[in-house]
C-alpha cells in the first residue's frame, strides 16, 4: 500500500479565514512534506517533517504553519493568506532517508482557492 | 532553485505510437523518479531508477538511469488515450536525498 490521503479535496476559503489540510500515511514512512504546485509547473517544496521534527523550511511565508502531530499525520494551518496562495498543495511521505536513496509517494492534492 | 532540463515540453501523438521523454542535469544524481500527473490530482509515481546503468519496465513504461547519472529516459510504447497527463522527472542528491528537484514536465496529448 503506498497511499497517502489529503482531506479536503477541495478548499475555498476568504483572507481573514483560519483553515487547515490534513494528510494521513500508513506505510511507516518517518518523512513527510508539503508542497505548493501551480498550474503546469511541477510541485515546489515547503516543509520537510523527519521523525516528527521540522527539517526543511524552504523560506515560507509564516501565513503557513506546518504541524506533525504523529509520525502518520501532516497538518497545514492556513491564516491570512492571499489570493495568489490558490494552487494544489501536495502532501508527500518517504521513509526518512537523508543520505541515500529515498522515494517519496504523493497524495492527490488539495486544490485551494483564495478570495 | 535549480531544476531539471526535461524534454520535450509537450508531445501530441496519434494512439498506438511510442513516445520518448527525457531529462539531463549538469550535476550528479543518487536517484531518478518519474511521475505522472493528471488534472486535479497528484503525481503517482511510475517508475523508480536507483542505480546508474539501471533499465527498469512497469508494463508498456521503461526507463533508464543513464551511465553518467546526470540523465534519465522514459519510453512509453503503444501509447493508449489513458496515457494523457503530464509526466515528471525528478532526481535527489546522495547528500539531502529528501529533496527532489524537478523537470518542467512533458505534457502528453493523444488523438485517438
Known amino acids: 500500500d503506498t497511499e497517502v490521503t489529503q482531506t479536503p479535496k477541495h478548499l475555498v476559503m476568504g483572507m481573514t479565514n483560519k483553515k487547515s489540510l490534513k494528510c494521513e500515511q500508513h506505510?511507516?514512512?518517518?518523512?513527510m512534506y508539503w508542497y505548493k504546485q501551480k498550474a503546469k509547473k511541477p510541485p515546489e517544496l515547503m516543509f520537510v517533517y523527519s521523525y516528527e521534527k521540522l527539517s526543511i523550511n524552504e523560506s515560507v511565508p509564516s501565513r503557513f504553519s506546518p504541524e506533525c502531530p504523529n509520525s502518520s499525520l501532516l497538518n497545514l494551518h492556513l491564516h491570512a493568506l492571499q489570493p495568489e496562495d490558490s494552487a494544489l498543495y501536495l502532501c508527500?511521505?518517504?521513509?526518512?532517508?537523508?543520505?541515500?536513496?529515498?522515494?517519496?509517494?504523493f497524495g492527490p492534492g488539495t486544490r485551494l482557492t483564495v478570495l | 532553485g535549480q531544476q531539471l532540463n526535461q524534454s520535450p515540453q509537450s508531445m501530441f501523438i496519434q494512439e498506438g505510437e511510442d513516445v520518448s521523454m527525457n531529462c539531463t542535469s549538469s550535476s550528479i544524481f543518487n536517484t531518478w523518479l518519474w511521475y505522472k500527473q493528471e488534472p486535479g490530482e497528484g503525481p503517482v509515481l511510475l517508475i523508480a531508477?536507483?542505480?546508474?546503468?539501471e533499465l527498469t519496465s512497469n508494463g508498456r513504461l521503461t526507463a533508464q538511469f543513464g551511465i553518467t547519472r546526470k540523465d534519465s529516459f522514459l519510453n512509453i510504447s503503444a501509447s493508449i488515450p489513458s496515457d494523457v497527463g503530464i509526466y515528471f522527472c525528478a532526481g535527489s542528491r546522495l547528500q539531502g536525498a529528501q529533496k527532489l528537484v524537478f523537470g518542467q514536465g512533458t505534457r502528453l496529448t493523444i488523438n485517438p
Open positions: 506505510m511507516g514512512h518517518r518523512a
Open positions: 508527500a511521505s518517504s521513509q526518512g532517508l537523508v543520505v541515500g536513496t529515498d522515494t517519496q509517494y
Open positions: 531508477l536507483y542505480k546508474a546503468g
